[in-house]
């Protein structure tokens, strides 16, 4: 019906007078394009774009023409018929066995002012009877600025009929971040053109932020205008799997796209998170909300972070929790950043035994490690954290983790210096009544103090400590279940133990006591055993 000759751009004038026969004589028609899942191929969905075709000026693109109907009032019923086209399509392939898949339609700005939009597409849905599921709206972030109320309620109006909606062009706008806590949206499309250019760079921090930040609103992002596979594979890298765009395929017209819905497996949109369930998730990133208030001013020392692949990154910390650890970096500075980084191996996988008990008792879990941490004074150093650890939510191999946290780097230096004080005192113990020796945790080895050797024949070295006492009657075999049991105890990181037992042949009561002497990182090595003779006055206490 056109004629290629005189195809071309029609002017304003020509799209206004034009448009009710384009409506009405069906020039107003449907492309479809994919929106893919990439890592599995399958297709999740499709959107529906508007095209014209004038008999004589030939095809007219959205960006020429919707401005105009815009501008004149008229956008409302092209959309109408674009969401009419859909419905239409879509019961023909069900009706045909064509599995389908949902199709968003793109609400215009204008048309949030028009109040019965919602009715009107419900009306079209239900005159097709579509199930809901099939019918996606698109809203754009800058419908809702100015606008905020009228967009809730549009959104509200038709979560309670059941469809979703999906925000478009996120990111293009000035306060993504606001309009994304305030509005309850199902699925966010990240335009790749806005913030494109570099994924290398800013642009690639921006996405990857903004993909991260999405994660814990729970809500799936969809890449849009996704070109080249480099652009995919970005995505994908970090965690953003859906794509719609030239790389998969153009919009394409109604029987090209009934092809491919025969032809593509398909799959639905999950919500890969289901991690902030604990949490009410718009609230959690409102500066002003008082989930943070209480994370940042009323809650101790505290972080959240996630763990996923030996990966820990954090979240969200407190500036207590900075000060806690002794670091040097803003709370802004910490996020993304890798915890195991700061731990050598032995922490690190004591931290991850810990996180993975913490998983599967779904109870807290307190772990000990050691990290160094960059100070501004002391530049680098060693500190020692309790944390006690609780998983707030998981997602596939993906958790979400509360931590509270406390430095007990002096706390465990005061007490080795203790130990040490002690031990230099049983070992220099040549002194009045007391017996000293060094037990060797590993290798049971007990090494005697000379007072030992000399007064009680006791060897240098006793193998296989203490049951060489009891075979020579030095210790009594009532006091045998129990002072086994003690070195089992030590063996499992028991700081201190003391009782009175009656030793030597003559039973004479000794104060018995064991100080264990720890590593850094918490693992008993040795433990200083003494035994004291009770003094009368002691004895009668
Ligand atoms: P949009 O909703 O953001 O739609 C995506 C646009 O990006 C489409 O342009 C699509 O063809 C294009 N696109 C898709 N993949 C790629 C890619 O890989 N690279 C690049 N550079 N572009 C890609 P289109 O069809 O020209 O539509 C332009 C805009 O017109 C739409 O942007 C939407 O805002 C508006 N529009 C289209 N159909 C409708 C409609 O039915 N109603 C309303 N109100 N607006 C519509
Ligand atoms: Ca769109
Ligand atoms: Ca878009």
């Known amino acids: 019906m056109s004629d290629s000759n005189s195809q071309r751009k029609m002017t304003e004038q020509e799209l206004v007078s034009y448009f009710f026969d384009a409506v009405n004589y069906g020039h107003i028609y449907n492309v479809y394009q994919p929106k893919m899942n990439h890592v599995t191929g399958r ?24 401005p105009v109907f815009e501008k004149n009032d008229m956008v409302f019923s092209a959309d109408l018929a674009v969401c009419e086209n859909v ?34 597409v419900e009306c ?20 809702a600025i100015g606008g905020m109320e ?32 305030d509005l309850d949206v199902d699925v966010i499309k990240l335009d790749m053109n806005f913030l494109s250019g570099d994924i290398g760079g800013r642009g690639g921090a921006i996405i990857s932020s903004i993909v991260q930040m999405t994660k814990w609103l729970n809500t799936p992002v969809v890449a849009e205008g996704v070109e080249t596979n480099e652009q995919a594979d970005y995505m994908k890298s970090i965690g953003c799997n859906y794509i719609q765009g030239y790389l998969y395929s153009k919009p394409i017209e109604e029987a090209e796209f009934k092809e491919k819905l025969k032809k593509l497996d398909h799959e ?20 002003q ?69 913490a998983i599967i008792t779904e109870e ?72 000293a020796w060094e037990y060797e945790i590993s290798t049971k080895k007990m090494r005697p103090c000379l007072r030992c050797m000399r007064d009680l024949g006791v060897p240098a070295v006793v193998e296989n400590y203490p049951q060489p006492v009891f075979d020579s009657g030095l210790f009594p075999m009532d006091y045998y279940d129990m002072y086994m049991d003690w070195h089992r105890q030590l063996a499992q990181g028991v700081e201190h133990l003391e009782t009175v037992i009656p030793l030597t042949a ?29 003094v009368k006055d002691e004895e009668q206490k």
């Open 364 to 435: 807290e879990v307190t772990c000990e490690v050691w990290r160094t941490v960059c100070s501004k004074i002391c530049g680098e150093e060693k500190v020692l954290i309790r944390s006690e650890l609780r998983m707030i939510g998981r997602a596939g191999d993906q958790y979400l983790f509360y931590a509270m946290v406390r430095n007990i780097t002096a706390e465990r230096r005061r007490f080795e210096a203790l130990a040490d004080s002690e031990k230099k005192f049983r070992m220099a113990s040549e002194n009045n009544n007391t017996y």
């Open 289 to 357: 909300s008082v989930e943070t208030l209480l994370f940042n001013y009323m809650a101790g020392p505290a972080a959240i972070f996630t763990f996923k692949d030996k990966k820990i990154e954090f979240v969200r910390v407190n500036e207590k929790y900075i000060r806690e650890i002794g670091m040097n970096l803003t709370a802004k500075e910490m996020l993304g950043l890798d915890l195991l980084d700061s731990l050598d191996e032995f922490n690190s996988k004591k931290l991850i035994d810990a996180l993975n008990k």
């Open 268 to 287: 639905p949109v999950v919500t890969e998170n289901e991690l902030m369930h604990s949490i009410k998730s718009g609230r959690f990133w409102d500066p």
């Open 87 to 120: 419905c239409k399509f879509l019961r023909k392939c069900i009706d045909e066995g064509i599995p389908v898949v949902p199709v968003s339609v793109n609400m215009s700005r204008y048309d949030v002012y028009n109040h019965d939009y919602v009715e009107q």
């Open 43 to 66: 297709m999740i969905g499709a959107e529906a774009l508007m095209r014209m075709k004038h008999p004589l000026y030939g095809l007219q693109m959205p960006s020429d023409f919707i």
């Open 150 to 181: 009228l967009m809730t309620d549009v959104i509200d109006k038709f979560h309670e009929l059941g469809y979703k909606v999906e925000m478009d062009d996120f990111g293009s706008g000035y306060s993504s971040l606001n309009v994304l806590k």
């Open 506 to 534: 003559e039973r004479i009561p000794f104060r018995v006591m064991y100080t264990t002497e720890f590593d850094e990182n918490g693992r008993p090595l040795k433990a200083y055993g003494s035994a004291t003779l009770i």
């Open 124 to 143: 079209i849905r239900k005159e097709y009877d579509i199930p809901v599921e099939y019918i996606h709206i698109e809203i754009t972030e800058t419908s």
